[in-house]
């Protein structure tokens, strides 16, 4: 079968960043668990299925590869990029899409846990919490960085960091610093400067919009209506003059009158004239065009202008306010260019919707949040075997529409989450669709029990993967 000799090609390629050989029968095992039609994708029940006359030690054996083993998440996921980014089409643009995701959890000891908002559930409640970047074009996505955000009562705890496996050199850092921190890397690794994608729990950092503008990376990024800007016609008064006396005064102040001040995006939507809103659809969805009524204004960022000598350097505020509505549903901020067209704006701001796709096939079909350990090398290692199933499918289909099967035709269109999962802004509008072909899955399970040899008894090669991309 012509796809199972791709997955095993796909697995050898993986298999040279494991470090040792007799890790291969590992990924593979597990790979074709979490792509089997189980209801939970755990250890144990991958075990069962993959050896059903000897599960104990199978169970033993997938154990100790995703929660001991030493091999590094990061060169799984570059390596799983380097087989799918070839089949990526950037011709119409590429993205970097920066989100976090939640996993619920009863107990305190699973490492990462707190009260904290879970995007599954839409409200704060016991969860881990994991932020990714994800690179997309058009037609497919990828996450190709990952890490559990650790709170800072996980940070301080040395007892708890211990029990879990937490690296001791690592100190907490926000997710907006957790997701620059991918970014910065995976440009050091040669990626491209696409368009930078984020909702507002990263777009209301202002230093995370800048130092996104340093790296020279545009961006189109989520905001709340309290976010002030400094509309056309708007503007802070000049430094003091200098007295003769002391310092030079180099801070910017705020007047008295009205257009002396900043308005928040959200008074600033309700002032527009008519005519600068226009009703654009951006995506044909599952069952329907996705249309809405947008607008967009050039405006300075006012975030704490009194400790600056100039103005930020102008962006784009988009805003969404949907017919009918009572005030507007979304805002964004962009550095895109000035000449593009609204219609393209409207496009780049919806392509967030794929990293939620990827989630939800993530944990619907890979079984993203059935790992049932606790320490933090587990935790990594399980989602990036995850992101590894999920990637082979995704190149499959890249590579083969034609044979992607009816259930994956529609994955190019924009359809919605299921009703209990809620990501900041992502309402829903109609049911998922499995990215899984668990006749495959099966039919490798079947060659697996026929030939329970590892891939290779040669060295696994050390050669270390780093990240090229159109």
């Given amino acids: 079968m012509k796809e199972l000799r791709e997955f095993e090609r796909y697995l050898a390629h993986l298999g040279e960043g494991l470090g040792h050989a007799d890790r291969q029968a590992g990924l593979r095992g597990y790979c074709t668990g979490l792509m089997a039609p189980l209801k939970r994708k755990s250890v144990e029940p991958m075990a069962a299925h993959l050896a059903p006359a000897a599960t104990r030690s199978r169970h033993q054996s997938l154990h100790h590869f995703v929660a001991d083993s030493a091999w590094s998440d990061e060169q799984m996921l570059l390596r799983v990029a380097q087989w799918v980014v070839p ?48 690179l997309a074009c058009q037609a497919g996505s990828l996450p190709v960085a990952w890490r559990l955000y650790l709170p800072q009562e996980w940070a301080v705890d040395r007892e708890r960091r211990e029990k879990a496996g937490v690296p001791q050199d690592l100190a907490f850092a926000t997710k907006p610093a957790i997701a620059l921190a991918q970014i910065e890397r995976l440009m050091a690794q040669g990626a491209p400067r696409h368009c930078v994608l984020a909702d507002a729990g990263y777009g209301m950092e202002t230093a995370f919009r800048e130092r996104l503008s340093e790296l020279g990376l545009p961006y189109v990024v989520g905001v709340t209506g309290q976010v002030t800007v400094w509309p056309p016609g708007h503007a802070p008064l000049p430094p003091e003059p200098y007295s003769g006396r002391g310092n030079v005064p180099t801070r910017q102040r705020l007047g008295n009158a009205r257009h002396q001040r900043p308005l928040s995006v959200k008074e600033l939507a309700f002032e527009l004239d008519p005519s600068q809103w226009q009703t654009l659809e951006w995506r044909e969805g599952t ?17 704490r202008d009194h400790q600056r000598s100039q103005q930020r350097v102008q962006e784009w505020l988009l805003i969404e306010w949907p017919e009918g509505h009572k005030e507007p549903m979304k805002y964004w901020l962009s550095t895109l260019a000035e000449d593009l067209p609204l219609e393209r704006m409207v496009l780049e701001a919806k392509m967030r919707w794929r990293i939620e796709r990827d989630y939800q096939d993530l944990k619907q079909e890979l079984g993203l949040g059935h790992y049932e350990g606790r320490g933090w090398r587990g935790f990594h290692h399980h989602a990036s075997l995850s992101i ?12 083969h529409p034609e044979g992607a099967g009816k259930k994956n035709s529609a994955r190019s269109k924009e359809s919605a989450l299921p009703t209990h999962y809620k990501p900041r802004g992502s309402p829903a509008h109609a049911a998922p669709r499995p990215i899984v072909h668990h006749d495959f899955a099966a039919a490798y399970r079947r060659s697996l029990a026929q030939d329970a040899a590892p891939m290779s008894v040669l060295p696994a090669r050390k050669r270390k993967a780093t990240l090229m991309t159109q």
């Fill in 87 to 134: 089949a990526m089409d950037f011709s119409d643009g590429g993205w970097w899409i920066v989100d976090d995701t939640g996993f619920p959890k009863q107990g305190r000891h699973s490492v990462g846990v707190a009260r904290q908002y879970c995007g599954m559930l839409g409200k704060q409640d016991n969860c881990q919490v994991a932020v990714s970047v994800t």
């Fill in 388 to 399: 590894a199933a999920y990637g082979f499918l995704m190149a499959r289909q890249l590579r």
């Fill in 287 to 303: 069952n329907f065009a996705l249309r809405s009524r947008f607008a967009r204004v050039r405006v300075h960022a006012a975030h």
